[in-house]
């Protein structure tokens, strides 16, 4: 009755009774304490009680603090994810926010570190004599295969996918690893369990036989959990695999050395883009490595522990003959095999070339529809669609054979040698390793009745309930090793797959290590060929104020390791600032080529090429050709490459970019187009000229010292042009301009004329007003004249010409005339 009425109470009776319980004990710990020390009772009370005011405030201090501090997180949050931005730090680290649940949370990024590039540099670009096929570096052209070269490579990815013993990937593999030993031992259990059900129901012992089923599906639900969890630490183990390798990649491949640029104008080692490797082939890999680390790894334990439990039960002739079993599948599997690997390798780059091709219309679809170019395109990707489907019907061919050879062998071969060694206790039990003893000892808790019956009875029911029992236990066993066999078997072909996609992904890094490090040397035994990427030595000095080339060589370059094209010999001139140069010229002299040698596109093969750096106001900012417009806001278009929160950083306002717009002549796109944050194809909603123009609205955002514009205002009108340039020059930007319009001499205090002379490759540097640029501009207009002067003589040829077309000629020396 006390504890109904205690439970019948309500919680704030006993929080109050608990309260006072507390009180007490505090009141009691003071007097003990007031009793030792020397302090008064009142001023111990007034002690406390501050002690305790001040524990209160400061607490509430802190969680007010606390929740300031998150609410402000959780709005930093929803406003990066709606404008999908991140936070930059000084060590280089990024935090990106990403929507979770009703919330938001940070994701820190960690840039890879030089030192870490530096270290991983010689597994790539110095792979060991046993694990190259053939020379150079890196070994692109390796046969994908199981062989040392395979294990070469993914043992130098098993270094960036797990970097420390102490990392998240060392932990899940622990764990994965933890699951499948607790699978092999669940498999144990149910062997010996099956064969106690199958002996109970024999000799109709049903209350054993009920109390084994639910043991059965006691040990089914644990089993159940273990497999799904073997699986969902599997995918994590991929994702984290796949994480590493991409984050790695990504700093290799957008960095400071232009990599996402070399690589496929200059180096070549990747085909035809980068895209197919780490979209794709990155994601196979991953798969395929975490799933071998199951698919491997569990069936080798349950061999070892199903054997071991096989040997004691069926002695040493069963374990003898199942591992000449073993060896004689395995050779038998490994020699009829094809090369897996090689066609899975072969497979992955023509999916790529595939892909490839339909990026390549998307990207220029427009010029594609102009020039009515669609059946013509039509039959391109048919053609590379028909390439890889005849090859992968080759490999499906290939698999039919060979599928039907592994089934026969790992699934009815080995169930019926499975038949023959359980059967060994049954009929040879002397070479079966089970005795008389044994059967008995193993059927002693056989039930009471039966213990009751006669003493013949009770020796033939422990012998045959032994047997029994042993036998199923032996079946599930083989069972269980057949399976974990036919794993076996079949994770060889799982590794050729596995070693065309580590031969693809290993390719990728090597190459991109490559271009990091510029790392390219001549063929060995020979010279390297002439304005090869391992014949630059040129110099590039960067924080110099101006632009400035001494004798550099103007050369298109070729993909490694072949010579480039030479364009001009020599080219040598300084622009210093308020030096406003134009550099002009017919087409195919070299003009983007100066802008590509200073920007670091291009190498400088010989000379010194000095240049500002790309770091603010104080350095030099390229407009290319085709203007690029990014995804994103209208904002970021004005501010590309800086984010809102880089333009935030330098105390810039919308105003600022309004006011920008307007010296661009686009002050009315924000009204037009919804204001700052709409979110558009910028590509398709500006026009050409809007978007030249927003390129200049760029240049007079960033106020750079020095400015290259390659044919920036070519869709813009001359009055308009005009003042754009006069902008710029304001605002104390010295320009260098490539174009061939004469009109824009007059924003400009030098030229820079290339294409002269007969060969191509003279060039003329002058100063614009000087008596010399007068004069050359006078022999130009000789030149022009004396043309002029012989227009009539061309034209009374023409007119000879279309008699001469005119008249037939006949056999016989006659001649008709036209009609």
Known sequence: MAAQSTLRRSPADRFSELFDRFYERLTARLDTFQRRSPLRKRTTQLLATLALSFTIITSGYGGYRLYRRRKTERDLGRKLVRRNSALRSKDGSRTIYVPYKDRTTGVSIYPTKN??????RRLFLNPPREARMEDGVPPANIRPGL????????GALMRIMIPRAGSKESGLLLTHAVFLLLRTYLSLVVARMDGEIVRDLVAGQGRAFLLGIGKWLSIGAISSYTNSM?????SKISIAFRTRLTRYIHDLYLNNSLAYYKLHNLDGGVGHGADQFITQDLTLFCDSAASLY??????????????FQLYRSLGPLALSALLINYFATATLLRKLSPPFGKMKAVEGRKEGEFRAMHARLIANAEEVAFYAGGPTEHTLLDQGFRELRKWMESIYRIKVGYNMLEDFVLKYSWSAFGYLITSLPVFLPALGGLTDSNLGTSAANFDSKVSAASPELVKNSDRSGGRMRQFITNKRLMLSLADAGGRMMYSIKDLSELAGYTSRVYTLISTLHRVHANAYYPPRGSYPDLFSLSDVQGTVHKGFDGVRLENVPVAAPSLYPNGGEELIDNLSFIVGPGDHLLITGPNGAGKSAVARIVAGLWPTYRGLTSRPRNDGQDGIMFLPQRPYLSPGTLRDQVIYPHTELDMQAAGRRESELQAVLEQARLGYLPEREGGWDTRKMWKDVLSGGEKQRMGIARLLYHEPRFAFIDEGTSAVSSDVEGLLYETAKGKGITLITISTRASLKRYHSYTLTLGLGEEASE???LRIGTASEKDSVEKELLELRERLSQVEGWQRRRREVEEEL???????GEEEEGI
């Open 147 to 154: 062989n040392m070269a395979f294990l070469y490579q993914f």
């Open 294 to 307: 199951s698919s491997l790894g569990k069936p080798l334990v349950d061999l070892v522990t199903f054997n």
């Open 115 to 120: 030192t870490t590039f530096d270290a991983h």
């Open 763 to 765: 060039y003329e540097f």
């Open 230 to 234: 073997i699986k969902f630490l599997q």
């Open 806 to 812: 005119g008249r037939v000629w006949i056999s016989g």
